[in-house]
C-alpha cells in the first residue's frame, strides 16, 4: 500500500462509498484560520458559491442556499459561547487573530467537498493564515465522516485501523507543535488501543465500556462521543452525563490535521487522504498484519515501545514513505 500523489486523482473515493441504506456516504467539512474577519471569509464564500448572507450577529453568519447548502462562518471560542452576547462580542474582538475563524458546511457529497476546496485558494489570496503561520496559531480541519452504520463491520474496524495509525499520521503530516502541546487533538491512550486490538469490540456497547476508562473529552484526534451519543444514548448518557456540548452524528469526527490553508499547493486533499488511508487499512488484510506487529510490539522489550518504533514497524507493514 502507498499514499497516492496529490492531485494524481482527485479526492480518490474511500474504500465503502455508500452507507448501509445504500446512499452515498456524506462529509462535514471545518476549516479553522485566521487573518480574515468573519464578514470578508462569508463574502468570499458568497462569491464562490452564491446564496443569501445573514448578518444578524457579525460574529457567527450564516450562508444560506448556497450551492453547497448552508454554511456557518463564525469566530470559533468557548469563552464567548459561555458569555453573554454583548460580553461574547467584546471577548471575540479582543482575541481575534488567536482564534480561528471557522467555516462549517453541510454533510456534502464527495463530490462537493471538492467544490468546497476551489473555495481554499481564494481564502489564501485574501489572507487567511494556518497553523503554521504564527507561534500560537493552532489551527485545525476537521472531517465529520458518515459511517457505514454504527455496528457496521467497516466501523469497528476503522476504528482499530485508526488507533494504530494515528502515530503514523502524526510523523507523516508534522502536526503542528502549538496542536501538539494543546490538549485538543490527544493521541488515545496507548492501554485502550491495546484493548481495542486485543477485544476487537464488535458492538457499540462493548466498544464504550472500553472507551469509557479512558477518554473524557472530545479533545481526541478521533472523537468518537458524536458517533456513541448517536448510536447507544443511553449508554453515552451513562458514561458522559455530564456532557452537555456533544451533538448526536452518525459519524467519526477526525480533528488531527493541520491547517495550512496559507501554504501554496495546500488543499483539503491532504486531510482527506490522511483519513482515506485509516479507511483503507480498515478495508484490509493489513489491519490484521498491523494489529499482529502491534501485540508484539507491546509484549517484547527488545522491540521498545515508543510512538517512534511502532512507526517504523507500521510504515514498512503499509510499505509507504518513512516520515
Known sequence: MTLRTLDADRFAPL?????????????GVEVEFSGLSETRVAEILQETF??????????CLTLKGSALGDLQVELDTALAKKADRKAG???????????????????????????????????????????????FLGFGVH??????????????????????????????????????VLPFVNAWPRALVDLLVRERPEHMGDL??????????????????????WSVPKLFEASFSDDR???????FHFRLPDSQINE??????????????????????RLEAL?????????????????????????????IAAP
Do not use: C, Y
Open 291 to 319: 494489529e499482529e506487529a502491534w501485540v508484539e510490539h507491546m509484549d517484547s522489550r527488545a522491540l521498545g515501545r515508543t510512538d517512534s518504533a511502532w512507526v517504523r514497524i507500521a510504515v514498512d507493514i503499509l510499505d
Open 15 to 27: 474504500p465503502v462509498v455508500r452507507n448501509e441504506a445504500g446512499d452515498i456516504r456524506r462529509i
Open 264 to 285: 501554496s499547493g495546500w488543499s483539503l486533499q491532504e486531510p482527506w487522504e490522511m483519513w482515506r488511508l485509516v479507511e483503507e487499512v480498515a478495508a484490509s488484510e
Open 143 to 180: 472531517l465529520n465522516v458518515e459511517v457505514v452504520a454504527p455496528e457496521a463491520r467497516q466501523t469497528m474496524r476503522t476504528i482499530r485501523a485508526f488507533g494504530l495509525l494515528d502515530p503514523v499520521l502524526r510523523a507523516q503530516s508534522g502536526i503542528d507543535v502549538t496542536r501538539r
Open 208 to 229: 464504550i465500556d472500553l472507551v469509557d476508562p479512558h477518554v473524557r473529552s472530545r479533545n481526541h484526534a478521533l472523537d468518537l462521543l458524536p458517533l456513541f451519543k
Open 89 to 135: 462580542a467584546r471577548v471575540m474582538d479582543l482575541l481575534r487573530g488567536l482564534v480561528p475563524v471557522e467555516v462549517v458546511t453541510e454533510p456534502l457529497l464527495p463530490e462537493e467537498v471538492e467544490r468546497f476546496d476551489t473555495v481554499i485558494p481564494e481564502l489564501r489570496a485574501a489572507g487567511a493564515s494556518g497553523s503554521r503561520d504564527g507561534v
Open 50 to 59: 452564491g446564496g443569501d448572507l445573514d448578518e444578524d450577529d457579525p460574529h
Open 245 to 251: 456540548a456533544t451533538s448526536a452524528r452518525p459519524a
